[in-house]
């Protein structure tokens, strides 16, 4: 029995084929096409997913993604992208894409893509996890407000006036193995650029600093930071999630 229909377009066979590979066997019905154009094929058959590289030599994966949605409005759209389109997959949110996934992606990546898909319980597990964690939580989708600097696991952005938030990547830290949990340092009244702020704690007791990436006076701390990362991880970390761990006016030094 088929767990749902989805069409891969991308021009590299090896994206293709394990594409297939991978999700074939999960119980889904995969079709894949080498070019945009064969975009026929959905006149045939009813995909539930569609996954498409953003570029292609025939037809820009932003095309597709067009004529998909115009077309074909209940069809799930993925932008399959190198780092290098970043900015062009984001623009694809606004036309209707779901989401974008960067390559190399490896097999249980892509299952998990799929299982979030389709799997209506877990669609509605992510929704109430967003809602609860709604103000601690920033997405690297988020166009209005990006994050401006980035470095090694910690990054800061302007949130309004004066104001600045300060955060941590809970998927890099996670990836690193540090992840277990966040201890800010006590009565922390200011953030110091280059100073420690605060520690991320493994498992097996290792520690590791979080360095600030600015001077600022400390407004709020995030005091549901712990809760949120749990949920965090319990979400897979599919997309990009930063947790912001201080609201700063930021000072200069002299």
């Given at each position: ?229 749990s949920a965090l991880i319990r979400d897979n970390l599919s997309e990009g999630w930063l947790l912001w761990l201080a609201r700063i006016q930021p000072i200069v030094l002299t």
């Amino acid at each position: 029995m088929s767990n749902g229909k989805i069409l891969v377009i991308d021009d590299e066979d090896i994206v293709l084929m394990s594409c297939h590979r991978a999700l074939t066997p999960e119980g889904y019905n995969v079709k894949t096409a080498k070019s945009g154009v064969r975009l026929k094929m959905l006149e045939n058959e009813t995909f539930n997913l569609a996954l498409i590289d953003v570029k292609m030599p025939d037809m820009d994966g932003m095309e597709v993604l067009k004529k998909i949605k115009e077309r074909w409005p209940d069809v799930v759209v993925i932008i399959i992208t190198g780092y290098s389109a970043i900015a062009t997959a984001v623009s694809s949110i606004k036309l209707g894409a779901f989401d974008y996934i960067e390559k190399p992606f490896t097999p249980e990546f892509m299952i998990n893509v799929a299982k979030r898909i389709f799997n209506q319980r877990g669609w509605i597990l992510r929704k109430a996890f967003i809602d609860e964690f709604r103000n601690e939580i920033v997405s690297l989708r988020d166009t209005e407000n990006p994050v401006i600097f980035y470095k090694e696991g910690t990054w800061a952005r302007q949130i309004r006036g004066e104001f600045w938030e300060v955060g941590c990547d809970v998927r890099y830290w996670l990836l690193a193995g540090q992840l277990a949990y966040i201890e800010l340092h006590e009565k922390i009244d200011m953030l110091v650029a280059g100073e420690s702020f605060g520690k991320i704690l493994s498992g097996t007791g290792q520690t590791e600093d979080l360095i600030s990436p600015m001077t600022g006076v400390v407004k709020e701390i995030n005091n549901q930071a712990n809760e949120a990362m749990s949920a965090l991880i319990r979400d897979n970390l599919s997309e990009g999630w930063l947790l912001w761990l201080a609201r700063i006016q930021p000072i200069v030094l002299t």
